[in-house]
């Protein structure tokens, strides 16, 4: 009941049309400081500070190193766990609140980089790498197979049936044939 | 008959494909080791500065709002951020020098109690207000103290300093807020 109370007073954006006694505002009335209203209907009570961690965690802590929002303990991991939790209970959905953290720190808050734009290079990279390595694996042996085929001193036949090897005739040539 | 050597011939498509792989990675490389990752990217130069109403130490309340039609700089700082304290004298001093320029400290992650007491002891020439919950930092994408947005007339941010300041960035800075 508190965090719905304390809900209007965060609606300050829709502070003229809603009163403390229409707590629905989560329903399409956008709070202040972002665009829209939430995607969906306020999730369970319960559920908030979960769903928040889970977004939280991929968010990076502007003033740590290496560290997610989730993990640390600093002032801007909390102020932005506090207004995590604040648009998630509204019922903002988590694509929602990474857009209103992007819009202020740009795709560097992002943990993990969108799949989007330029990005989707990164994203497709190591698949790229991994077929170019299985082609040139291919490759590779389908040349060494090709070359063996082709090898003309190369034979199947086992080992006591072959002729003479060529060095050996190589050596008798030089000799003359003379045994 | 034996067939052509092969040892010795340049394989084109491989070295090709090689080099433009070898190229690339430099690029790369080139250019992230010219950044710095941990280096938080301006993203809200060029936007509409966004709005806050806010208490100043002595409990007076000010909204972004009510300041549309005048220069503004807004400074993040805090008791416990050294280079916040390098900064303080030219900001004062900056203060006295540009009478129409609306100068406003912002204490960030702090208690009132100690940026009063400082400010007592340091000196202050503008009103210096309090982000309890870190909020209007959080609005205006601050990575750290010190610092610094420059707004002009219209309420948009011209310039978002990311360090202390010194005599070379705050003139200029001041200048384009003023002239637009």
Not at chain 1, 111 to 119: A, F, K
Not at chain 1, 169 to 178: A, N, V
Request: hydrophobic share 40%.
């Amino acid at each position: 009941m508190m965090l719905l109370g304390w809900l209007c007073v965060a609606a300050a954006g829709a502070k003229d049309v809603v009163t403390e006694g229409e707590v629905a505002i989560a329903d399409g009335v956008a709070l202040d400081g972002m665009p829209e209203g939430p995607a969906g209907p306020a999730p369970d009570p319960e559920d908030v500070g979960r769903i928040a961690h889970g977004i939280a965690a991929k968010l990076r802590c502007p003033v740590c190193q290496g560290l997610s929002a989730a993990d640390s303990t600093s002032a801007a991991a909390l102020a932005m766990q506090k207004r995590i939790k604040e648009l998630g209970a509204a019922g903002y959905d988590e694509q929602q609140i990474e857009d209103y953290f992007t819009e202020r720190y740009s795709e560097w808050i992002l943990l993990e980089p969108s799949s989007q734009g330029l990005n989707q290079i990164l994203w497709m990279l190591p698949w790229v790498g991994a077929g170019l390595g299985v082609g040139i694996a291919a490759y590779t042996m389908a040349s060494w197979q090709r070359r063996r085929a082709e090898d003309p001193n190369r034979t199947t036949a086992p080992i006591e049936e072959r002729p003479r090897d060529r060095y050996e005739r190589m050596l008798l040539d030089e000799l003359g044939d003379d045994p | 008959m034996t067939s052509p050597p092969t040892e010795g011939r340049v394989k084109w498509p491989i070295l090709l494909v090689g080099l433009v792989l070898i190229v690339g990675l430099v690029m790369v490389l080139a250019s992230g080791f010219g950044k710095n990752p941990n280096a938080l990217p301006d993203a809200r130069t060029g936007d509409r500065a966004p709005a806050f109403a806010l208490g100043d130490l002595d409990g007076e309340r000010w909204t972004l709002e009510e300041l549309s039609g005048r220069p503004v700089v807004l400074n993040f700082w805090a008791t416990w951020c050294g280079p916040c304290k390098l900064e303080h004298p030219l900001l004062l001093s900056a203060a006295r020098a540009y009478p129409d320029v609306v100068f406003l400290g912002v204490v960030y992650s702090d208690e009132p109690g100690k940026a009063r007491r400082y400010l007592d002891e340091q000196g202050s020439a503008y009103p210096h207000l309090v982000d309890p919950d870190g909020r209007v930092a959080l609005d205006y994408g601050v990575g750290g103290v010190p610092e610094t947005y420059f707004i002009d007339r219209s309420g948009m941010i011209v310039q978002k300093v990311a360090a202390p300041l010194v005599p070379q960035v705050i003139r200029p800075a001041l200048d384009r807020i003023r002239a637009r």
